[in-house]
């Protein structure tokens, strides 16, 4: 099983910024994929930012500009930095996996558990 665990999340001001991490691990996965999503309360969950292994990346465009997505291949690890934020960037943030599974013979996705971003004004 695939497993997802998210930190940084946290209280800023508008204008501040913040670094979200992620660490995927799991058993016979290979990760495609690596991204960050947001879900606000009342609204559907929408894409931040995507990264292959090959390090393409996709962004929003509410973020372009302001974050910035890292991915580690050989730790499995993807970094949202978010600078300039602003109070419409407050939700709950998922770190999201496309992995492959090596025994199953296919793509799956994957979600953590989230972890909460305030932007106060």
């Known amino acids: 099983q695939v497993q997802l665990v998210e930190s940084g999340g946290g209280l800023v001001q508008a204008g501040g910024s913040l670094r979200l991490s992620c660490v995927a691990s799991?058993?016979?996965?290979?990760?495609?994929?690596l991204g960050w999503y947001r879900q606000a309360p009342g609204n559907q969950r929408e894409l931040d930012a995507t990264?292959?292994?090959?390090?393409?990346?996709n962004y929003a465009d509410s973020v372009k500009g302001r974050f910035t997505i890292f991915r580690n291949n050989a730790e499995n690890t993807v970094d949202l930095q978010m600078n300039s934020l602003n109070p419409e960037d407050t939700a709950l943030y998922y770190c999201?996996?496309?992995?492959?599974?090596?025994?199953?013979?296919?793509?799956?996705?994957?979600w953590g558990q989230g972890t909460q971003v305030t932007v106060s004004s």
């Open positions: 990264i292959t292994t090959g390090g393409n990346t």
């Open positions: 999201y996996a496309e992995a492959y599974s090596a025994t199953l013979y296919g793509n799956y996705d994957y």
């Open positions: 799991g058993r016979f996965f290979s990760f495609n994929v």
